[in-house]
DNA sequence: CGGTGGAATGTTATAAGATCACATGGGGGT
DNA sequence: ACCCCCATGTGATCTTATAACATTCCACCG
């Protein structure tokens, strides 16, 4: 299993924890990925897609889709729902981007480009997310779907918690 | 359809385990564990909660709050949505009922008075919703969460896709 | 170069889900 | 009988999400 990267080393490495790391990278190298992958896949990143995914990397958290699209508002781009839900859906898709759904929120991918079964860890305190991986499939769950005649397209795995911060103060 | 209902039975409905069975039996089964459950524990089993749970059990599928609520209504109980709301947060809070955050809907649980981290199964085609065990924890989620020092209280674990009946058809 | 069609965006309106705040009622325990 | 807690009832409001339709952009074909 990946011992995560300490914190405080060179981190390109996107947020798998609850960790602090250099966050213009990751939120340069998460747009390139995803710039990438879409010109590979003759994707359209046009502007609000792009400016909807800026904002989620650089807020790093879950927003909700109110909350994105008073942001668009902002920079000029259409104020209706609709404008930030397509985004959305356009990002969601394509895996660029994840609905949480405990929160009814979305949050950037922190594995932009590599095909996953995402699973989130959410803290109850602060609402602070973080992307872990998951194989649902592959326990209890995936042995109940074979049994039953279940063909599972997609899962979705949230854990609600306390994340490290919060529960220090806590403590403290 | 129903092709293998046996004539003449007490209504036997595809379900939870996406299976046929005695649905009144479980139905009853159900109620009557959780009235235990209640009369044990000291809590108060009133009738909006036992309405709602009772619905819940005869649709034998996921409801929205709105729905129940007007079933409510239809049965001379309150009619705003803190009714339904109300019943359905002693519900799940107990345990007697699960939230699908899918579907932002409520199911009966299939396993009342055990305690369990349930899973589940939603066919995309039907909505259909199946419950199964899940151990989210003991898999690649649960080191994350040890890696990360995240404490999980809590656990949604959602599997879509498409039930056996509905790839049936889809075959056709 | 101009036309054409599909995708993307914009806007209005409304549906669906959830909560707040406050008033009323019912049942135990002293 | 009284009080208090809990549950219920009600109105208003807030958040989240989608339907429906007009307009614009852009790649592609002729």
Redesign the interface.
């Known amino acids: ?1 990946t ?2 990267a300490q914190p405080g080393a060179t981190e390109t490495e996107p947020s ?4 602090h790391h250099d966050h213009r990278a990751c939120v340069d190298h998460a747009l390139g990925a995803v710039e990438a992958r879409c010109a590979e896949e003759g994707l359209r990143f046009t502007p609000v897609r792009r400016k909807v995914l800026e904002l989620l990397l650089k807020e790093h958290k879950a927003m909700g889709a109110y909350a994105i699209l008073d942001e668009l508002r902002e920079a000029g781009f259409g104020s209706q729902p609709p404008v930030a839900y397509r985004a959305l859906d356009f990002l969601v898709d394509n895996g660029f981007v994840h609905k949480i ?2 929160l009814n929120a979305f949050v950037a991918c922190a594995h932009p480009g590599e095909s996953h079964a995402p ?1 989130f ?1 959410i ?2 305190v602060c609402d602070a997310v ?1 992307e ?10 995936g042995a ?2 074979r049994a ?17 911060a919060c ?1 220090e103060k806590a403590e403290g």
Do not use: N, W, Y
């Open positions: 299993m011992s995560d798998l924890g609850f960790q759904e405990r699973a860890m803290c109850r973080a872990a991986h998951s194989a649902p499939a592959k326990g209890a769950l109940a779907a039953a005649g279940f063909q599972i397209e997609r899962t979705v795995v949230e854990a609600e918690g306390v994340c490290p529960a």
